[in-house]
């Protein structure tokens, strides 16, 4: 069982920058696609940024409304991942989640993921 626990999140404004860290423990990160998700107040659970595990390489895949604003990435020595946010703005306020799982080809889906944290607040005013 792997357990995720999310921080770093806190009331920013809008053009800000922040930090999401997420470390796993009972087991590996390295073994895993890894990826953030969000739910904003009354809406679904939505797709933020992936990385998962490639043979050779790691790719990295973003929500067209977080691309070039966002950075996801993941150090596998510390069992971390990150999201990197930029330029936020008051529709990224949201609770973000790190996930983690073997997705195959569907990265952006969050029924592929098998693990979850309990999310980290983020909030920006406008």
């Known amino acids: 069982q792997v357990l995720l626990t999310e921080s770093g999140g806190g009331l920013v404004q809008a053009g800000d920058s922040l930090r999401l860290s997420c470390v796993g423990t009972g087991g590996p990160l390295s073994r895993y696609d890894l990826a953030w998700f969000r739910r904003a107040p009354g809406k679904d659970r939505e797709f933020v940024a992936a990385i998962p595990i490639r043979r050779s390489n790691e790719s990295t895949y973003y929500a067209d409304s977080v691309k070039g604003r966002f950075t996801i990435s993941r150090d596998n020595a510390e069992d971390t991942v990150s999201l990197q946010m930029t330029t936020v703005k008051p529709e990224d306020t949201a609770v973000y989640y790190c996930?983690?799982?073997?997705?195959?080809?569907?990265?952006?889906?969050?029924?592929?993921?098998?693990?979850w944290g309990q999310g980290t607040q983020v909030t920006v005013s406008s």
């Open positions: 996930a983690a799982g073997l997705t195959g080809l569907y990265w952006y889906m969050e029924g592929s993921y098998w693990f």
